[in-house]
């Protein structure tokens, strides 16, 4: 197959690096192991950011009438728009974020884009839409294929815009677990937190800091106020670099232990960083969410310890049980590593992913 990957402004950038092995390749969304399997692969990208004139009026307004898709202003469609005549060529598109995919199935509703969409979606149902919006995306997700990082998801999506049957599946996230890997044996040093997803329950986790004598890593760019002495901000960001992959994993590699604490949603927030932190052999405290992508895969006391939305009690409860017990985090890691690797790596990804776009395209 010729398939062309559309990416969210940032992936062309580290390609280098990330071939190189000096970063890691979930992000590229199987390309690279799809290339490596003898597919004719090609890279976009566009700046869904972008504040430059959009050269379509009509578009920018019926954007601000909510009459456009979700994620979709002007300028991201004028830049969709001039790849067309290269995506046209392949057998294949894949949008790797929801702003590329609505625009591209708008231009597919308008006749422009002719070969199948294949959109990966995240979050789609976590907000309340606007009837009008709401019907606008209905029928977007209906001229595409979609795929959904968890079965959290799943029913959420169809009960907001309406049964998508055999265009709809869930392909949970894979990540590079050559890359994310255990160092040598080492006691860990602190307690680390990861993300800059707004559902990050960072207010829960300083509260348990302030509780504890152990130092705490806080990898965001989010704001997070007046924090304990035992607290250390980095700012992590993945766009802007201020972070290298390689600088992340030695993070983790030294960390005690991973907690990911999370407000309740349907979206499977903080699934990277916990298979990222697992595949590095750490055992995770996760907040179980109605959105956890995989109930089947995700197993309390064996590869991770599950907290509820809220509760610092229970969430001290997990976090000193790990502290007190090395041979606890040390096993729990250990599963940790093994169910990533068997399950949750990113040349397994690719592979759902190929086997839906051969569907597709016959």
Not at 187 to 197: L, P, R, S, T
Request: glycine letters at 6%; aromatic letters at 6%.
């Amino acid at each position: 197959m010729k398939i062309a990957f559309v990416y969210v402004k940032g992936r062309l950038a580290r390609l280098a690096d990330t071939r190189a092995g000096q970063a890691a390749r979930e992000f590229y969304y199987g390309a690279m192991e799809l290339q490596e399997r003898g597919h004719e692969v090609q890279l976009y990208e566009v700046d869904v950011g972008s504040d430059a004139p959009s050269g379509s009026m009509s578009v920018e307004m019926l954007y601000k009438l909510h009459l456009t898709p979700s994620k979709t202003n002007g300028s991201l469609v004028r830049q969709l728009r001039a790849l067309l005549p290269e995506l046209n060529s392949n057998t294949v598109v894949v949008a790797t974020a929801s702003g590329p995919a609505y625009g591209l199935a708008l231009l597919a509703t308008c006749g422009q884009l002719r070969v199948p969409l294949l959109a990966i979606h995240c979050g789609i149902a976590n907000h309340p839409l606007r009837r009008r919006r709401r019907l606008i995306n209905a029928l977007l997700l209906r001229r595409s294929w979609t795929m959904l990082y968890g079965d959290g998801e799943m029913e959420p999506v169809q009960r907001m815009f309406g049964p998508l049957h055999d265009r709809l599946r869930v392909n949970q996230f894979g990540v590079d677990t050559s890359f994310w890997r255990p160092e040598r044996e080492k006691d860990g040093k602190y307690i680390m937190a990861v993300g800059n997803d707004v559902r990050r329950d960072y207010p829960l986790l300083l509260k348990l800091a302030k509780q504890m004598k152990e130092r705490f890593i806080v990898v965001t760019r989010q704001h997070l106020g007046d924090l304990p002495s035992n607290v250390e901000q980095l700012r992590g960001d993945w766009h802007a670099q201020t972070l290298s992959d390689t600088g992340l994993r030695k993070l983790y590699q030294e960390a005690m232990l991973i907690v990911t604490p999370l407000q309740d949603s349907v979206q499977p927030s903080g699934q990277s960083v916990c298979l990222q932190a697992m595949a590095c052999g750490k055992p995770v405290v996760l907040t179980k969410t109605v959105g956890l992508w995989s109930q089947e895969m995700m197993r309390h006391g064996q590869n991770v310890l599950f907290v509820p939305p809220k509760d610092l009690t229970a969430l001290h409860k997990a976090v000193s049980s790990l502290i007190a017990k090395p041979k606890k985090r040390k096993k729990l890691g250990e599963n940790a590593r093994a169910t990533v690797c068997d399950q949750a790596d990113i040349s397994l990804f690719a592979s759902r992913l190929e086997d839906f776009a051969e569907q597709i395209v016959h």
